[in-house]
């Protein structure tokens, strides 16, 4: 009964410590924004050592022989043990804890990096609208002001028609429809960019459900994933609109390039890489684990054969333990 007491005991106490090892190696990985090396290096070796210092004491504790010896060793492993066990309650133990703690905070800064990259695709869609139509209002003008007989060939050439009498002249509104549909096409695609409009707002609607979802779910290892590039993508995008905006090959058209896309800098990062104090619940879980890694060593007798810690009375040997 005692050997299967004992059994279960230090399973429990290696299944504590691997959980310990866990909770450090998810605080890693929000620290280091998704540092897999570090993150699992900083679990395993929490792990490894809270479990083996107390299992290592609880076998020390349990020897039949060289009872001095491994006594000292008992100690310096309970020692090493109530060392590390301070130092990681304090780090990284509690860093995952801290960050859930602020889950509200950080969903509220990623639908506002959502938002504002959906809001920028609208924003374009209506300045490129907006541009359009005020080029086909200049170009209509210009063609009015040409059938009105008023002399005014300037205008006319400015926005590059070619007149009646020249060489490829074809009638005013077919030059005006050509010319608005090179620029209508223009806007959303170029090829001598490698940039489509239609391609990254697609691109974008799904990293705005992946950010939604896995927010909303709040899965440990996918937010911090998303963390490392929720500036990188909508920047990009942005980049890429500015360009498509500088097309100007309209002739006649003042281009001005797009600026409604205000992409401002969220401050998620300092929630996931900003350390802090442990709070009482955390050095609560703490010494809750390490009470579950020693209940192993602490249920454990010491051989009756070892004078370490007993007197001899009456020819007998009182156990202190």
């Known amino acids: 009964m005692n050997k299967l007491k004992f059994s279960l005991?230090?399973?429990l106490t290696v299944l504590a410590a691997l959980t310990f090892g866990f909770v450090c190696y998810l605080s890693v990985n929000f620290y280091t924004l998704g540092n897999t090396v570090q993150s699992v290096a900083a679990g395993v070796f929490t792990g490894i050592v809270l479990g083996g210092t107390a299992l290592g004491a609880t076998l020390f504790k349990r020897t039949n022989r060289n009872f001095k010896t491994r006594f000292k060793c008992?100690?310096?492993f309970l020692v090493?043990?109530?060392v590390f066990a301070i130092l990681f309650a304090c780090v990284p133990f509690p860093h995952?804890?801290?960050?859930?703690g602020q889950k509200a905070k950080i969903q509220e800064q990623f639908s506002l990096a959502v938002n504002q990259t959906e809001e920028m695709f609208d924003n374009y869609e209506k300045y490129a609208e907006k541009r359009v139509k005020e080029y086909e209002y200049n170009l209509s003008e210009a063609i009015n002001i040409r059938r009105g007989k008023i002399a005014n060939p300037s205008l006319l050439k400015k926005y590059g028609?070619?007149?009646?009498g020249n060489p490829g002249f074809i009638s005013y509104p077919k030059q005006k429809d050509k010319k608005i549909e090179s620029l209508h096409k223009a806007l959303p695609h170029s090829d001598s960019l490698g940039i489509s409009f239609d391609e990254m707002k697609k691109s974008s609607e799904k990293w705005s459900s992946d950010v939604?979802?896995?927010?909303?779910g709040w899965e440990s290892i996918s937010v911090v994933d998303i963390v490392s590039i929720i500036h990188i993508k909508p920047q990009e995008w942005k980049g890429k609109l500015i360009e498509l905006s500088r097309y100007d090959k309209a002739k006649g058209e003042i281009v001005e390039e797009f600026k409604n896309c205000d992409i401002s800098a969220t401050e998620v990062e300092k929630y996931f890489t900003t350390l802090s104090n442990p709070k009482p619940l955390t050095i609560g879980l703490a010494v809750f684990a390490y009470a579950l890694m020693l209940l192993s060593y602490f249920i454990s007798r010491r051989s009756t054969k070892t004078t370490i810690g007993t007197t001899n009375e009456g020819g007998k040997?009182?156990?202190k333990y």
Request: net charge negative; charged share 30%; aromatic share 20%.
């Open 96 to 100: 995952y804890f801290v960050v859930s």
């Open 161 to 164: 028609f070619v007149e009646e």
């Open 212 to 216: 939604r979802k896995n927010t909303k």
């Open 317 to 319: 040997f009182d156990i």
């Open 74 to 76: 008992e100690i310096a």
């Open 9 to 11: 005991a230090d399973v």
């Open 80 to 82: 090493l043990f109530a």
